[in-house]
């Protein structure tokens, strides 16, 4: 399972994530690892480098702290060293209240040159690979990669650079989206109830109106941000 489910409320800890992308002649990348078979939390996901805030960090705030602490991560994880300052906040995830791990995470943007070398620590972090965002979205779908909901979202969010290049400016100098998910569960499904979702506050499902959720079934998850007319 994707996720391990807690009766018991839990602070989150502070977190920090890295998304590198790349241009290349075929079209726009994203950097995926893949975490060690063996791990107690997340075995075997691919995710972006990332990980826990560490006290030592620098910063005069929780977001510059998570700015560092995502930098120091993607060197530890990938090889690859990206200056914090060129680290543009993307996103924030706070993870649902009945997961028994509870992080709130900055998610950063940057971009790296084409011929980037990744190297991976071989222990933690097993593989690599450069994704086209809707490539690993298919590939998620049909089984072969597995994410977690804040990855997939940030793949759909990532799919306007395949467009057109000139789009990365105004995705990275966007304000960061906030996720507070909701979870309600409906049949063997999970769904994920972001806010601007007509059934957030109340959680019924059965509401018509606009929707921004992700479903998961079982370990595969369908992400859903569209206007529906009442």
Not at 68 to 90: I, K, N, W
Not at 125 to 133: Q, V
Not at 166 to 188: C, I
Request: charged share 25%.
């Amino acid at each position: 399972m994707v996720l391990e489910l807690s009766h018991t409320l839990s602070e989150p800890r502070p977190a920090a994530t890295a998304i590198l992308v790349r241009f290349t002649d075929r079209s726009v990348e994203v950097l995926l690892l893949k975490r060690n078979e063996t791990l107690k939390h997340m075995p075997g996901l691919w995710v972006f480098p990332g990980g826990k805030v560490e006290s030592e960090d620098p910063g005069a705030d929780a977001l510059e702290k998570a700015r560092y602490g995502a930098a120091r991560e993607l060197q530890e994880e990938a090889g690859v060293t990206v200056p914090p300052a060129q680290l543009m906040p993307f996103s924030h995830w706070l993870t649902p209240v009945v997961v028994k791990r509870r992080f709130s995470t900055w998610f950063f943007l940057a971009e790296v040159d084409d011929d980037t070398p990744v190297t991976v620590d071989g222990s933690e972090i097993t593989a690599h690979r450069w994704w086209c965002p809707s490539e690993a979205i298919a590939a998620h779908h049909s089984g072969d990669l597995p994410l977690t909901p804040p990855t997939l979202v940030s793949l759909h969010d990532l799919q306007t650079l395949e467009v057109s290049r000139d789009r990365w400016a105004a995705l990275s100098a966007r304000s960061p989206a906030h996720f507070s998910p909701r979870v309600v569960r409906d049949d063997e499904a999970m769904v994920f109830l972001y806010e601007g979702d007509i059934s957030y506050e109340s959680g019924d499902l059965n509401l018509q109106g606009a929707v921004h959720r992700t479903l998961g079934k079982g370990d595969i998850f369908y992400y859903e941000s569209l206007s529906a007319g009442v």
